[in-house]
């Protein structure tokens, strides 16, 4: 089963998002023009023009005149010229995708905003005007378009593309310019507030249709094997204090079973997959597709035959549960090439972004033993996970994402679908920590975590290790607005920076609450949670039946991962620092190794 991905298809898609993006401008255009005028709350814009253009100062009309500037069809140039000939011209490598990314989103924005002008006529607003008119319309506007493809396009590439807490600060800014400008000139005279949204709306278009062909399948290391990256051989890789990593079988080649998602990983993906296994000598390679009956494909059929030294799991973490099901306890070494919508265990492993440099860097390193949840319930079949199971919030946030905006927006369409269930109620529960009391509790959601970061380097779970021989789970029950800001604050301060502050102290229950009581977490080797009535579950991002029970085992050590190094390696030695939850003496068990 194939996709069809080449260049030619690339090209197709291009034509038919640009031809769409174009008409919806059009229609909105000419529903601003034709439509809503006169009705509220267009019939608002004349009194704001007005009273921008009554209220104006001499240090206001210098700030804008620069923000105008700024935008303009010179200054946009300039700067995009600038951008793009550093890409190009990077030491280490030229960054050909980000360019043409890049570059390509300002024309592409600006032939849209022409096209729009042609069949939508809209007068300026009626105020004197600080800067000379073009004979174009006043709808939408190109200055506001132009820095969101611009300065919008240069925050993607911040985000996507760079690593460190400052990346989140420097596309803040960033993202900052287009709606000033937008401010700039309705302050101007320039433009109507319906006209900056209509640019917004264009700028923002345009990078989502020209990243979903430029950007996606092309990672952080543009797609390129990293400096010394051998064909053959494996080199010796770092171990955990204690922890030596696991070998076997043959390392320089073999027989690899590859798991391929269809629609995750392309043709040319493909291509590039079986070549560097080539490479590193697994010359024998069968290659099985999943479908919705068959998420793993053949691979347990190939397993049981025997003979396999290799699985290479080509897909998102949906497909790495499935296959990791499959091969724990074996002893056969998995590797990732994360091209998925979330590859949330890919991230907490620190496995590049890029899946043929994460697959090339893989296979130079060593074996290692990481933890499996084994969870289970009402209408629920026992399954392992690698990453998070969870019940409430999450898995209706899971069930709701649109599967068309996930192929487009990626992990930005689970954020879309939680905020239609901001509003959802509360649920009554019951935890059973090893075998202990059981502890109730009201919550919106509750969720079980081999690994503790999700997107966007959100840290929910700030203790969870995938080698840790244990789960944590956290209770999320965020009450009121107040309660929602705290929670919102608490998370976004991890992702901002790591605070080592001194461990709360935990109730007597073992529990830790941070956040005003929004956040609360445990820590066990088994789980057993029951919810008063029925709710929506997940695994692994998976949607699964409802029911009112979930419990989860822990299996440490129980899948073989071959790692370019340790699990963790980079954050142990700060690990016991960080805030929120403490480090009790009762919550680390040795890690089986296979």
């Known amino acids: 089963m194939t996709t069809e991905n080449g260049g030619s298809a690339r090209r197709s898609r291009l034509v038919w998002l640009l031809a769409a993006q174009t008409t919806s401008m059009v229609l909105l255009g000419l529903w601003v023009t034709h439509v809503a005028v006169g009705h509220w709350p267009l019939t608002l814009e004349g009194r704001l023009s007005h009273a921008f253009a ?60 022409l096209v729009v002008t042609v069949f939508v006529e809209r007068p300026r607003p009626d105020v004197p005007q600080l800067d000379g008119a073009p004979p174009t319309s006043s709808f939408p506007s190109g200055h506001v378009g132009a820095s969101v493809a611009l300065y919008g396009g240069l925050a993607t590439l911040v985000l996507s593309r760079t690593r460190g807490p400052w990346r989140y600060l420097t596309a803040g ?154 091969v724990a306890g074996t002893g056969i070494p998995l590797v990732l090439v994360p091209c998925g919508t979330g590859n949330l265990l890919a991230r907490n492993l620190d496995l590049s972004s890029d899946p043929a440099t994460a697959l090339d860097e893989a296979l130079a390193g060593g074996d290692f033993g990481i933890d499996v949840g084994r969870v289970e319930g009402d209408g629920l079949r026992p399954t392992r996970f690698t990453v998070m199971a969870g019940a409430g919030f999450d898995a209706a946030m899971v069930r709701d994402a649109s599967p068309v905006l996930k192929a487009r927006l990626g992990w930005a369409a689970y954020a879309l679908s939680a905020a239609r269930h901001l509003r959802d109620p509360r649920m009554r529960l019951s935890l059973r920590l090893d075998g202990g009391r059981r502890i109730r509790r009201r919550a919106r959601m509750v969720v079980i975590g081999n690994v503790g970061s999700l997107q966007a380097g959100l840290e929910l779970l700030p203790r969870a290790r995938p080698d840790s021989g244990r789960l944590e789970v956290v209770l999320f029950d965020p009450r009121g607005a107040a309660g929602w800001l705290a929670a919102a604050a608490h998370l976004a301060v991890r992702v901002v920076r790591r605070p080592a502050a001194a461990p709360a102290a935990g109730g007597p229950d073992g529990s830790v609450s941070v956040a005003a009581g929004s956040l609360e977490y445990f820590s066990a080797g088994r789980i057993e949670v029951r919810f008063a009535r029925a709710q929506d579950r997940e695994v692994d991002g998976d949607t699964m039946s409802r029911g009112a029970r979930l419990t989860v085992d822990t299996e440490p050590g129980a899948l073989r991962i071959r790692l370019p190094r340790a699990p963790g390696a980079a954050s142990a030695a700060t690990a016991a620092a960080l805030s929120g939850v403490p480090d009790g003496t009762s919550r680390t068990a040795p890690t089986a190794h296979l």
């Open 54 to 113: 009554t209220h104006r100062s001499p240090v206001g009309n210098g700030l804008t005149a620069g923000l105008s500037l700024l935008a303009s069809t010179e200054g946009i140039v300039g700067v995009t010229l600038v951008c793009v000939a550093a890409l190009l011209a990077l030491p280490s490598a030229p960054r050909w995708a980000e360019a043409v990314f890049l570059g390509a989103s300002v024309a592409v924005q600006s032939a849209v905003f």
């Open 173 to 326: 800014v960033l993202l900052l310019v287009p709606p000033a400008v937008g401010l700039s000139r309705v302050y101007r005279g320039m433009h109507h507030p319906s006209d900056v949204l209509g640019g917004l709306l264009n700028g923002a278009a345009t990078l989502l249709v020209l990243g979903s062909v430029f950007l996606v399948g092309h990672g952080a290391d543009g797609g390129r094997a990293p400096k010394g990256a051998s064909g053959g051989g494996a080199r010796a890789v770092p171990a955990q204090p204690g922890r030596p990593p696991l070998t076997g079988g043959r390392r320089g080649g073999g027989r690899a079973v590859v798991v391929r998602h269809p629609h995750g990983c392309p043709d040319e993906l493909a291509d590039e997959v079986r070549a560097r296994l080539h490479r590193h000598g697994f010359t024998a390679q069968r290659w099985t597709s999943t479908t919705v009956d068959r998420p793993g494909g053949s691979l347990a059929e190939e397993c049981a035959a025997g003979g396999v030294d290799l699985v290479v799991v080509c897909g998102g973490d949906g497909t790495v549960r499935v296959c990791a099901d499959v």
